[in-house]
């Protein structure tokens, strides 16, 4: 059950629950389609929240994937990097604004420890489509980042599936 405080965010901006990463999502533009199918560019609007689960699971993208912060509370962006490097990003008042994101690089993100909600944004050009998500394991990314085990584990879901159904 979500706050009334959440709740009335999701219906304002007509947010729907974003499968296997986590959050309240809606798509609010994809750019004409090539010939595959894939956008020219995508953007969406997403609510984090400290309650209901609602962060995002590790998960990374091929394509750079540039972050905006909007209004709330700050957002802990946990990155991985393929060569090995962790670090975590605030997106927020006190932080980023907007922050981009490489391609290859693991991510999760969840309202900071005190924080009630996150609304942000996220654009990609070329834009998104399903076969693009993957979802992170804990154990290996635990082995693989030992220094940041702890945080990778609060930010994986161990049910989801680590890949889009039609992906």
């Known amino acids: 059950m979500l706050s009334e405080e959440v709740a009335d965010i999701a219906a304002r901006y007509g947010l729907s629950p974003l499968p296997a990463e986590g959050g309240l999502f809606r798509r609010t533009w994809a750019g004409p389609t ?3 199918g894939r956008p020219a560019g995508s953007a969406i609007i997403v609510l984090l929240a400290a309650e209901g ?3 995002s699971a590790m998960h990374r993208l091929p394509i750079d994937e540039v972050w905006h912060f909007y209004r709330g509370d700050p957002l802990e962006l946990l990155l991985l990097d393929p060569d090995g490097g962790a670090r975590v990003e605030v997106l927020g008042s006190d932080g980023h604004v907007q922050l981009t ?3 290859g690089t693991w991510m999760g993100g969840q309202v900071t420890a005190g924080g ?3 609304l942000c944004g996220t654009t990609m050009a070329p834009g998104f489509v399903p076969a693009d998500y993957e979802g992170g394991d804990a154990g290996e990314l635990c082995a693989r980042y030992p220094d940041a085990a702890d945080r990778i584990r609060a930010l994986c879901r161990p ?6 159904a039609d992906g």
């Open 116 to 118: 009630r909600w996150s």
């Open 159 to 164: 049910d989801a599936p680590r890949r889009f």
């Open 34 to 36: 090539d010939a595959a």
């Open 53 to 55: 689960g609602l962060f």
């Open 101 to 103: 994101v490489p391609a």
